[in-house]
Every structure is written in C-alpha cells, then in structure tokens.
C-alpha cells in the first residue's frame, strides 16, 4: 500500500464529538494511510462542544456547520467542497443525514446498520444512485488481509463446493446492565428508539452476516431466528441465534450477542467446503487456518508470497508483523480513495470485485435484522428476508 | 486414583473382534486402573476368530461363547461369573444382547445409541431395573476431570444462572466418501439398518447432547432441528445443528457433523452464565478456560490445588502432565467399578451425584435423536423430546 | 498396538510404596497394554507398609521381599521368576538395587539419574552387559508418537541439516519453598544426598537431554553451564541453562528449571534445520508443529495417514483423540516387552533404531549433569563431557 | 490516545525512498494519531527520485535537500523549521546525518543500531545534550500496550523479585540465501560493511536486549556469547546466542536469529519472578500471559479496566479489537510528540518513566553488540559491557 500518489480526498464528519469513539476511530482509519483530509463537520449536537473538537482537528469554523442540511448544501456549492461525508452518529440520525448529502451528489460512508428500516435504507440506495453519490458502509472486517485472502479461496475453489458456515459476533462487552451505570455507549445500544432495531441483531449480527456474505459470495435464502434478553431489565435484546440457508440449500449460523460472558471482541467465523475448510478469528486478524479433508492444519499469514495478490496488497507491514483493527478499516478507506479519486479525477475505475461494501450491502443487512425478526415473533418459523425476493427478481 | 483395593471384577465382551477400535478401546480403559478381568466374551459374529481374540486375551475356551443369550444364563449360573458385560457390537444388535444380560441380572455396559429407538431403550432401562442390574452408557468425555470440574463449577454457582450454551461434535473423518472405498467403520456408521438412527446425531450428537446435560444439569424442553447430507451419495444425515430450549427456557445450540471438513475430533463446549463462562475442547482436554464479565481468561488446568475435589480425584498424573482419551474413558470404569464392587461386596454405596452415565441418560440421548429427525422432518418445527414429558410428569 | 499377543511378561518392583507417585506411574503405564504381570517386589522401606500394599496389588507374601539382593537371588531361581525389575526408589539407592538384578541376569528398568556419578553409570551398564541383562532408563517422553515423528523426519532428512536446538524442561513445580512445608517430594528432590546430584540438572535436565538426543541423533561435543538457586534457603541448584557444542559444531541451548514460577510441566523442544523447523511442547504431546522456511505452519498429529509408521504405530486412538503421559510411558513398556519377550522366547529381536532408551543413554546423562557441574564451578567454561571422549575413541 | 490537541510538529526526514520499507513504516506510524506534518526531507540517494517521492508526500521542491548537512542549516534558519528529523538511512550513514542535525539544535529519530561504534554513538549522545536535542531511538515493540503493562507490573512489584529472563528475536526472514537472489533488504543487511556490524545482534538482538532492559528495568553485569553463520556463504553472523548476568545476578538468555527457518516475526520475552511470570509475544501483542506459584494462567488484553493506566493510555481501540506494530509505533511517536510540543510551546514537561528509548538506550545497545562479538572472539568468555562500568561509575 504506497503513499498518497495524488491530491488528497477532501472529507467531511457528522457526529464523532466527545466521548465519540467510532468518531475517532473512522479518524485514525482515514489518516494512516494519507488519503482524506478532514476539512468540514459537525463533531456533535452541541454547538460549542462541536467547534472546540473541530477547531482540534483543524476544521475552520466556517467549515463546522451546525445542521446537516445546511453543510450539504454549502458543500455541494464550494468548489473544494467534501468528495466525501462519514457519517458516524446514533443510528435514529443516519437516514437524514445520508439523504442530506447523497441527495446533492456527495458521496457517504454511513455506520450500520445503514437506517431504521429497510424502506428507508432501499430509499438511500437509490437516491445515490440517482445523484450518482457513492454510499459506503464500513463493514471494516472484511477488509483485513486474510479475511480477503479467504474469499479469494473460496472464489478461486480451493475450498470445494461450500457445505457449511458458521459464523459469531459473540461479544462480552454487555454482559452486565452496564447501562444502568451511566455508561454513554450502553445507554443508546441498548434503546430501542436510538439504536434503531431493537436487537443485537442490527449491530454486531449485521458484521457477521456481511463477513459470511463477503467471503463465501452467497446469500440467504431463508432463515429462522431466536432472540433474547440475557441482562435482566435491558431494553433490547442482547443475544440472537439464527439458522440460515444460503444460496444453494448450504446451511449457515449466525450467533450475535453482546452479552456472552467473558468475550472479548468474539468476531469469528469457519467456512467448511468440499476440499478444505477455513477459520479466521478477529482476535487474531492476521492469521487463516486452513485444514484439508485428512485434518492436517496450515496456518497462513500476511507476507507469505502464496497469498492471493489481492490479499498481500492489503497488508503494511512486512512478514509476522502483526495488523490490527485500524489497518483493515484503513483498507477500507484506501479501498474507497480509489474509488472516489478515479471519479474526481475522471481517471479509469479500478476494478476490485471484493472491494468495499456499498449501501445495497448495507440493506441487505437491514432486510436480514428485519426477517430474524419476523421469524423470532412467528415462534422461528422460517423467513424469506426482503433480499432473496430481490435477487430471484433478477 | 488408587491402586486395586480389593478382588478385581469380572468382566466380560460382546463385540471388539478383528477390526473393530472400540473395543480395544474399553480394553485399555478396563485395564489402566486394573479393576477388572476380562474372562468370558464373544469377539465377533466369526467363530473362529472370536475363539482366537479371545485365546490371545486370556479368556478360556469354555467361556468363549458363540451366542449371547446362551453366555447370559451360563454366566448367571457360575459362582465366578460375570459382574458386567461390555457391550461393543454394531448399533442394530445392542439391544437383543443388552436385554440378554440385564435379564439375568448382569450388568451392561452398553455403547450409543443406546438402541435404536426410544421403546427399546426404556424397555432396557426397566429390564434393568426390574433384575437390579446397572445398565451404564459410555459418554466418556464427561469423565474428564476438567469436565467434572465444569460441572462442579457450574452446580457451586461460580457461574451464576446459566444463560447459553454452544456444544459441537463435529468431526471430519467421514467428510470424504470413505464408505465407497472398503473402509469398514465408514461402511456401517452411514448404513441407516446398521447405525441404528439415519443421522451423525445418534452417533457424534448424543455425545455432545449428554456432555452439555452432564456439566449444565439441565434437560432439553423443546428443539428444532435440521439435519444435511454433505457427501454425495451417503445414505444417512452427516450433518445436524439443533436449536435447543433447555430447563428455564436457557436456549442452547448443537452442532453434530461426521463431514466437517478438516476437523479432527472436534467435541467442544461453552457455557455462558451470568457471572462468567466456560470453554472446554477435547483435543485440549486437560484445560479449563474460564473467563469473566470483565473479559479476563484464566485457564485451569488439573494438578491445580484450586480444583474441585471431586475433579481432582480423576487425575492420575502431575500438574502439567496431560491425561488423554483412554484416561477419560478409564475413569468411566472406575466411577463404575465403585458400585459394582459395593453391590458384589454388600458395602455402602458412594455418593457421586456427577458418575458415569446410566440408561436413563442413553434413553434420553435416543429421545433426542428421535426428537430431531421428526423437527427435520416438518421443516424445523419446534419438537418437544419424550423425555421432557418424562420429566414434566415427575 | 495391538492387544497382548503372547504369555505376559512377570515383573517385579522396587519402591512405589505409600504417597510415591512414579511407583503408582509405573504400573499405570504397565497395565495399559497388558504385557506386564506384576508378581514380585518391595513397595517401601517400611516392611508391614510394603506387605500391605503388595497385597493389594496381587503380589503374594512370598514375593514381597524385605530385601533387594535377597530378592534378586531367589527370582532368578525360580523357574517363573521376574523377566524384569522397575527401580523406583530414590535416586541415591539405585546403584546397589539394580546392580543386585543386573548381577544376577534380570533385566532392570531404573529411573533417572541412573546414578550419583557416571563411574557407577558405567558400572551398571558394564554388568548388564556381562550378564546379558537389559538395562533400560525411562525419558518417557520420547516414547510420544509425535517425538517419534520428530525423529523420524529428522533422521529421513526432511529438515535438512540441522541448524540449532533449543530445548527446555522448565518446570514451576517447586518454585516456592515446598521442601520446608513438609512437601515429601520435594525434600527428597532437594536434598543432595538423596537427590543424587545437587541440581536440577539431573532430574529435568537429562529428560530434556535426551529428549534433544532422541529426536536429533546429535551428541554434545562440549557445553558451557550455569546453575542457579532461585528459592532461597534451598540445598541444591533450582535452576541451570546450559550452552551446547553438538556433533558438528550444531549450537543448542538447554534449560532446566523446577523454579519457573508459573510453569506447570515445562518440557518443549525446537529444531531448527536448513529445511524446515519442528516444535513439540509435552503439554499439548499430540501435536507437532512444522514451519517450512517461507514460514507457513502445518500442524501436524496422530492419526494423520501422513505420519511415519513408526509413529503411527504408537498411538491408541483415532485422529483427534488426544493421549497423555501414560500412553508414552506405556509405550517405552511395549518397546521394551517386544525386547524381553523375544529374548525370553528366543524369537528374532525386533528392529527398532529409535526404540526405548537404554543404560548408555543413562550414562550419558550422567556424564552431561558432571560436566553442566564442572563447567558451572569454572565460571562457565566450555567442558567436554565424558561421552564425547568414548565417542571419539570409538 | 485523543485527537491532536495542539499544532502539529514538522517533521523531516532521511530515507525512506524506493523501496525503503523502514522509511513507509516510519511516516505510517507518524501519520496515525495526526502529531506531526513531514515537510522537509531527503527520499533516497539518488536525486530525481528523492524529488519524486519528496512531491508524493507533499515536500516542497525547496525543502527536498540533497544534503543532510545543507538541510540541517536551512532547517535551523527557518522560522518553521523542522522540530524533527527521522533518519531510516542504512545504518552506515547514521552518524554523519544523526551529528549534522543534532549539531543544529534538531531532534533526531534515528533507527538503530544507533551507529557502528559506541563511542561514535556515545558522540551523538553528547551532542544532543550539548545543544538541548532529543536523541530517539526506536525500538518500538516496547511500546505497545501490553509491553507497557508488564514494565509496570514488574516495577510495582506484582512478580516479585525477578528470577530469570528469557528473550529471542528469532526470525527466519532469511534462513536461505536471498541476498545472492537479489534481495535488496537482505544484501544490504548481510553487508558487513552497510550493517555495521556483523552479525544480527546489531539488527534483531538490539531489540530483543532493549525489550528486556525495558520490562525489567535491569542492566547487563556481564555476558557470555556465542555467533554462528547458518547460511553457507553469508557474510555475517545470522545467529547469536547470549548468556547475560543482569543487575543483582539475575541470569538471563537472548537468542537472537534472522535464519530461524520457518519463524515469522520471532520477537517473545518471558519474566520470571518470585510471584509470578510473564509472557509477551509480538505475533499476538495485545495479549500478556501472566502466571502465577500454583500454575495458574491468566491472560490480560488491553481493554481490561484492571491494566495499569500508563498501559491503557497506548490503545486507541475498544476491548478484543486488535491493534498492531503500526499502532505501536505510532506509540513511540506520541510519546515522543509530548516531549517535542512541551519544548516547542514551552509547556511543562510530562513525567513518563517508561517513555520512548533515547540515545543512551541506542548506545547501551551498542555496547551490548560489541560485548558480545568480544565475547564470541574469546571463546565466549564472561565480558562486561562498557554499560556496566557507566552504570558503576554512576
């Protein structure tokens, strides 16, 4: 991954103000690697707080807008306005904010899930299209190295026809009513009016179904779900497993929570096919298990010259040096840059099959949280979610 | 675990002939603590191979039997006879043999399943108990010490009310058509007549279905499940996942498979309570991980002076030194050896709430095969297992 | 490993009386395999304590001698006497014990050290010679099926030539002042003259000695020591790293710890070649990991189609299945019973070039703790051990 | 670690052009939490490309110098000068660039080996004193949090008195002879004449020696060591091993290696204390293996609310996210940014005891190499390194 080998990206922020910390950490993502240069925002619903943060990070004040409208507006005037908006507020705020910008032609990064239901996140999908705005939703770990390394096995058949998945997003971090204690980040995840869904299902689940997604390239076809409430008095429910059929009859799992005991981050998922299977953990991002059908275990890592090229060209550092979460959302963002940059500058679009996900990646997760759902309040019967419909439409 | 104290027990065999790993298995686990003698059998359905087996074991000719039944009333009829049989035959045949036994009043020692259907397993259990025989079921892995120690973990509260638990067998071996190329174990497991029950789930299921009961206490109320047939042409399910409601409607998982690619053994478990959680893997049995809500992991290991007790007493070696598969299994036949000896010897029973599994654990482990075919067989509906009637009505 | 094959062997016993756990190991690993009746012996110092427990153990009041020499005199009479004696006592007595067998033509297990100075090493290896006696010293640990692979794929040349060893047995057991809390193991341990030599060289150091032997092939040509006492008060060296000159000019480091706080087992060995690297660790003995020089890992265990014969041959259970210390030290039983029982039937003697180890490997671990010793009370200068000398005049 | 608080820092640098690997890493880690703006520099030695790359990273065409003396006086005479220069030249430059900049009152990063001599390096030390500059060198493994976590352990007396010390930087980056393959890392490295030294002491063994001198906050009393070539026809020593007597006697092990075949990163330190052990590995760097007298395990992530602060301040990321060596760097460059803001804006300055390695770690490490080769030339006779009589006359 070179260094900035042309002008830099002009980005602008909604939210990441104080005690922000996907705020920061989109910050820390979009600076590694030089690409985006932060020049306008609105760092959080208090004014004055917003204009110290901005003024920190070098925004002008007359770049540090008060209203979202306003600042796509003005944006979209300037001559060096924003290429690009990171949305990165409580998810009640995203579909507002999204139309806002997209609608005048800037493109978005939005946190997912995308919006609050899958009417309104269809609606972003195609107002950028029609403002012919990038929408880019950061499922961050499916750019790690190996994760693309994985799919790249898959697609190149390494693995054999697909028999199974099982994929988890099990976090400890909730495990306890931590919002009852005044903790900032517990207190909106775990309302329902904030959070948008009213399950762990929309947050962390919507991650494991874009890791299962991204690396084995199929879809669900129907799926029937279970949700519940382990910390007692909380609001949402914290715990979800779901059984899936993907494209081609292949059984999958999903098991999402944020209160499994003792947990630490829990993002981990097994891909097992005809020839070989796979397991890649986020605990340990920068390592793939691959085991063949007599049970003999390989561990690949980035820097091995085997790797698929488009794995190794994610990757920093040399041989055993590990990566961690801020270089895969970095990979995002690079990802991304091209994207955006080509555009800017009318250069020729890379191609990149695997590259980042967009907003159709983001409604498909939010058709996904809708149909567990549905399921869930119909005793686990199985449903068909939104997106199959659309994918036989096709 | 102490040497011999007193007259060894007579044992006896049915099964574990040319070829067949199981019962040299029961053979080095009877023999590790040196409780019992093998003296009478029948070592496969050939008779002149059984006599040789038999020869090279120590057991006479005249107590090399060619039929079970004739063995049974024999044994019953000798001051010296038999104090248990092992029963190591192919599924389709335990219960003719089993019955034999109890009848007479010997004990059993009888493979999963069980039977080959939940009629016959209760049937055994009270022949069993009508002729005050012990009919026992060889779940070994819950005989490890860091098992029990789970067990005892979870029964003293360390882990507070129990919220999920995710439990897998799911092997590899047969994740090839091996039954297509002469392999004689592949050949009867995936032989529906044979194998007893059509699925991984009466075989490798069972296991993980009792090693979940056996460290959680708590019994299945009702269950969905879906079974798949991964390798082409295989005549039996050689895949499940289980969606469980256990006792106080705590949901648990189940993954049994015989074709998961690349797995080498693959019995693993994790319990998740409210103040903490557990993971235990068999191809690393002699470790504990514990963690707690705060995320820190502590692995305990046996030797510890922390341990329960009554987990410390099923180590034979020092701290750091790992016990295996034939050591588990050697604690089964020794949990067992306790009764026998207390029954032929007239002395007090010991208390072991946490022993070795009897028929009324094979009988609910056949329930639970029975209960999942017939969720697969009405798309996943939710089934509630004859053995929550059972208990509803206790 | 098949079952017995042929009329067992009659052993006896010297030690393995009240609280002594390698007397207890001993017969664990003994019974595994069937090939050992245990018939005679001495269980203690204490002759009512050692009537008791031979007795228990099936040993009748007129094979439970009050003596060695007596003991070994009236065996070798006897028309059914023992084919073998374990030594399991303290390791200052095992000269005399063992010498009065050898003397008289039995065939002599011995633990480690086999004695307190390689003069009286070499004499027993002398006598067992002359009266064409075995003399056999369980480092059990190279009895592992993964060592035995190790070994073999060294020996087959798929390292390549060999680059550097490290090797450890580095144990925490005694990292606190056990000796002077009543702890009977560790006051015999650390008392210099019981123990034999005043460091834990001799004790865990010549496990891992051999260990680096046994898989490698090479011999120390010289080596540089340091011994340390890290719990104060303590009578012997706690603690020793030892440099190492190998056949041709190879460098390996050694080290030997009962103080490393924390540790529990502590045995590992790496081997670095020009091809390729092993690692094995006694605390997970059913895996051998394998870096090839791009520095990917494969994993390798028993049960794999693709491991030596020789290895395979060793192991119990199916793939996946782990096995344990006992299950080693059972197999150093069965290469040894293959030995005795050709000898005792005067069929052909099996070959077996990586079999058991024997009184030359003992002597050579003895002849490495003087030299660690020397070297130590020479500020650390390069000595060369008494087998390199023998080595070079052969 | 929050967002820049205050203007940033310039920053020049020297090197890092083509393929300079070392050079990327440098501006990655500078660019990651935002502290400094790289506006000056030299990218390579040959001028055209030093120019290209210089424009990529948006350095004027002015401020991209051709000499590092001419740069070092324009530098000083500007009013927004260069508060810093990062040197990542091959190591044979060090001296002359790091002595123009410091000559002029500039702050340098320079890479280690700090030079090819202590008493050259001992020149840059007295130079950066005299004219009030900060002299940095980064071994920045010890700034990850986790290394952070268990200096401050040690320091808080949580193991104890510490024991023993066992370390390794053991990579198999170039276990086969790449530098005749063209390998441009590898032939300026295997250069004698380039390197500095010759062996990899210079290289991986000043790291690896750094790192225990920062966990432990003991010095080298004196060392004894050992120098191998493994790679036929290499012509430096691509193998140490050391044994070092620590402050108090402390016994300790460093294996440093670039031909441990198959090894990846390879960097790991293990402490052993009268309390407890640690156990720290670069290829798993948020974790910290912590062991207690009774065998216990636990193991510590950043993220817990139980690490010291001075650990939790180094992570930028949620509990079980990963971070890496980039993050680590960018460690020691925030650290560094603390010191150089509260000189420029005359602000007090921090207090950070276990802050980033200064010149006198770099000459420190210096002294080690050549202690080592002394001792390597003598036989591996004991040697105290010129450290040792510093820290005495002190």
New interface residues.
């Given amino acids: 991954m070179?260094?900035?080998?042309s002008r830099q990206l002009v980005a602008g922020m909604i939210g990441g103000g104080q005690g922000a910390?996907i705020g920061?950490?989109h910050?820390?993502a979009m600076?590694?690697?030089?690409h985006y240069d932060l020049q306008a925002g609105i760092f959080g619903r208090e004014s004055s707080s917003s204009r110290a943060?901005g003024a920190?990070?070098?925004v002008t004040a007359e770049r540090n807008y008060g209203d979202a409208r306003e600042m796509a507006v003005a944006e979209a005037a300037r001559a060096d306005g924003v290429d690009v908006v990171v949305v990165a507020t409580p998810n009640d705020s995203h579909f507002e904010i999204a139309r806002a910008f997209l609608g005048n032609g800037i493109s978005v990064v939005c946190e997912k899930p995308l919006t609050q239901g899958s009417a309104s996140a269809a609606e972003l999908v195609r107002i950028a299209a029609a403002n012919d705005a990038i929408l880019a939703v950061p499922h961050c770990y499916s750019a790690y190295a190996m994760v693309r390394q994985a799919a790249r096995m898959v697609r190149s058949g390494e693995?054999g026809a697909i028999?199974?998945v099982?994929v988890e997003h099990a976090?400890?971090?909730a495990?306890?009513p931590l919002e009852k204690e005044g903790h900032k980040q517990a207190s909106w995840r775990t309302n329902p009016d904030i959070a948008g869904f009213p399950s762990v299902v929309g947050d962390l689940g919507t991650h494991a179904f874009h890791l299962l997604r991204y690396i084995t390239g199929l879809e669900a076809q129907r799926l029937?779900g279970?949700l519940?409430t382990?910390v007692p008095g909380r609001r949402v429910f914290d715990?979800a497993?779901v059984?899936i059929e993907l494209t081609g009859d292949v059984?999958a799992?999903l098991?999402a929570?944020m209160?499994?005991?003792?947990?630490?981050?829990?993002l981990r998922i097994r891909v097992?096919?005809?020839?070989?299977?796979l397991e890649w953990q986020?605990?340990?991002?920068?390592h793939l298990k691959?085991?063949?059908?007599?049970?003999?275990?390989?561990?690949?890592?980035h820097?091995?010259?085997?790797l698929h090229d488009d794995a190794s060209r994610l990757t920093?550092?040399?041989?055993?040096?590990?990566?961690?979460?801020?270089?895969a959302f970095a990979n995002f963002y690079s990802d991304l840059a091209e994207i955006l940059r080509a555009r800017r500058d009318s250069t020729p679009l890379p191609e990149r099959a695997l590259s980042f996900p967009t907003g159709i990646d983001g409604l498909i997760g939010v058709q996904f949280v809708e149909a567990v759902a549905a399921s869930h309040h119909d005793?686990?019967a199985?449903k068909v979610p939104a997106s199959a419909h659309r994918k036989a439409a096709a």
């Fill in positions: 070179s260094a900035p080998h910390d920061k950490t910050r820390f600076r590694l690697d030089g943060i920190s990070l070098g693995l028999r199974f099982d976090s400890g971090w495990s306890t029937s279970r519940q382990f715990n497993t059984e059984p799992r098991w929570s209160a499994a005991t003792g947990h630490n981050h829990g097992y096919g005809e020839k070989g299977s986020h605990e340990d991002p920068h691959v085991q063949d059908p007599a049970g003999t275990t390989t561990v690949l890592t820097g091995l010259s085997t920093r550092v040399g041989l055993g040096h590990p990566e961690g979460f801020l270089e005793d686990s199985w």
